[in-house]
Nanobody, 126 residues
């Protein structure tokens, strides 16, 4: 059973940067696709970014394209989300999630992911 631990959240001013980490225990991330999602109270959890198991393909929500970068270090069994030029509307709890390399559905669908982290709070002040 893969357990995901997401970390790196915090309070930052608008225009600042944070790097989130998603580490795995009890299994490897190297053969899994990984996605980042975020959620604010009263709203559905929304897709932010995803990276395929090979690292060859990445995907982003339009709202973060050009500001966020997802990457992976399989040697460290960790996936990162570098967030630059943060805006107050980026404030949310961020969750990482992992899916099978054989999963063929869209990377942006929550239902495609089997394992989830506990979430890390990101707060961007104006």
């Amino acid at each position: 059973q893969v357990q995901l631990i997401d970390s790196g959240g915090g309070l930052v001013q608008a225009g600042g940067s944070l790097r989130l980490s998603c580490a795995a225990s009890g299994g490897t991330l190297s053969n899994r696709g990984v996605g980042w999602f975020r959620q604010v109270p009263g709203k559905e959890r929304e897709f932010v970014a995803a990276i395929r198991w090979s690292g060859a393909n990445t995907y982003y929500a339009d709202s973060v394209k050009g500001r966020f970068t997802i990457s992976r270090d399989n040697a460290k069994n960790t996936v990162y989300l570098q967030m630059n030029s943060l805006k107050p509307e980026d404030t949310a709890v961020y969750y990482c999630a992992a899916r099978s390399r054989y999963s063929s559905g869209s990377d942006s669908y929550r239902s495609q992911y089997d394992f989830w982290g506990q979430g890390t709070q990101v707060t961007v002040s104006s």
